[in-house]
């Protein structure tokens, strides 16, 4: 199974600030990474899909990027609303396999 | 708009069974596969498998080959997870979700299964 190393694990941050989160596969999955974030009590909410496309409906402020086996979700202006636990996810190659998560909070 | 819409809580013992369903709105139900997502109390996300919704063939992750049963009620647009001779372990919402170009792109809003004694 591919492995999905997620981090960092935990991030603090103030309204405005840029934030970025980093998902590295251990073998190279092109561009199917997807970015989700989940709100407590809630499901996950796509955000980003095959690693830079934005979600419909989605704020502009989120974007992703890389390909193979490096990716980044970055928040260009960190909101209230954001906080939450980000997650990757691969679906490059069977079983999809998720990264562990990073919880977001406000500083 | 695209929904899936879970059924609701269970609480079940060890050793026992239960059936939950994900009806589907809004698309056609047998164009797009059905994902199925475990995630356990304060944990990650943990991918189950999938089924396709045309054949109703389904695929299991290896953590759930056991005791794990996708299944569909084509007719009604729903998805069902069965899972059999229930352990604590098995306490987490499952979540169904929409399959295709995007992966899971739309989810329902998970079930929450606690197994106790």
């Known amino acids: 199974d591919i492995q999905m190393t997620q981090s960092p694990s935990f991030l603090s941050a103030s309204v405005g600030d840029r934030v970025t989160i980093n998902c590295k596969a251990s073998?190279?999955?092109?561009?199917?990474l997807n970015w989700y974030q989940q709100k407590l009590g809630e499901a996950p909410k796509l955000l980003i899909y095959?690693?830079?496309s934005l979600q419909t409906g989605i704020p502009s402020r989120f974007s992703g990027s890389g390909s193979g086996t490096d990716f980044t979700l970055t928040i260009s202006s960190l909101q209230p609303e954001d906080v939450a636990t980000y997650f990757c996810?691969?679906?490059?190659?069977?079983?999809?396999?998720f990264g562990a998560g990073t919880k977001l909070e406000l500083k | 708009q695209i929904q899936l819409v879970q059924s609701g809580p269970e609480l079940k013992k060890p050793g026992e069974s239960l059936k939950i369903s994900c009806k589907a709105s809004?698309?056609?139900?047998?164009?797009?596969?059905m994902q199925w997502v475990k995630q356990a109390p304060g944990k990650g996300l943990q991918y189950m498998g999938w089924?396709?919704?045309?054949?109703?063939?389904?695929t299991y992750a290896d953590d759930f080959k056991e005791r794990f049963v996708f299944s569909l009620e084509t007719s009604a647009s729903t998805a069902y997870l069965q899972i059999n001779n229930l352990k604590n372990e098995d306490t987490a919402t499952y979540f169904c979700?929409?399959?295709?170009?995007?992966?899971?792109?739309?989810w329902g809003q998970g079930t929450l299964v606690t197994v106790s004694s």
């Open positions: 809004g698309y056609t139900f047998t164009d797009y596969a």
């Open positions: 089924i396709n919704t045309q054949t109703g063939k389904p």
């Open positions: 996810l691969q679906h490059n190659s069977w079983p999809y396999t």
């Open positions: 073998q190279n999955i092109n561009r199917y």
């Open positions: 979700a929409r399959g295709g170009r995007k992966a899971l792109a739309y």
């Open positions: 095959n690693a830079n």
